[in-house]
Nanobody, 118 residues
Framework: VQLQASGGGLVQAGGSLRLSCAASGSIFAIGAMRWYRQAPGKQRELVATLTSGGTTNYADSVQGRFTISRDNAKNTVVYLQMNSLKPEDTAAYYC????????????WGQGTLVTVSS
């Protein structure tokens, strides 16, 4: 199983980006899908969660600005729509899926860098 994240880049404050993460491989089922981020010199933090039942949760710092969603046609793809970006959103963003292969395990994408300029 592999996760491929994409969509990062350089954007001015107030702008928007949409990150994507696609899973591939022998997947029986996907549980929760999550986005984390890690800024330089800081610990990795959970940004957004989408459960298999469709429930979403967000960190307080991104509530109302970020939206996590799953592709309606491809259940193996998750998006993170980021609006009203701030310089403090600058970080490497990582997707994380809980996937059933031979037992449930967590898989990580390689990270995609988001830089927000002031």
């Amino acid at each position: 199983v592999q996760l491929q994240a994409s969509g990062g880049g350089l954007v001015q404050a107030g702008g928007s980006l949409r990150l994507s993460c696609a899973a591939s491989g022998s997947i029986f089922a996907i549980g929760a899908m999550r986005w984390y981020r890690q800024a330089p010199g800081k610990q990795r933090e959970l940004v957004a969660t989408l459960t298999s039942g469709g429930t979403t949760n967000y960190a307080d710092s991104v509530q109302g600005r970020f939206t996590i969603s799953r592709d309606n046609a491809k259940n193996t793809v998750v998006y993170l729509q980021m609006n009203s970006l701030k310089p403090e959103d600058t970080a490497a963003y990582y997707c994380n899926f809980r996937i059933l292969v031979m037992g449930w395990n967590d898989y990580w994408g390689q990270g995609t860098l988001v830089t927000v300029s002031s």
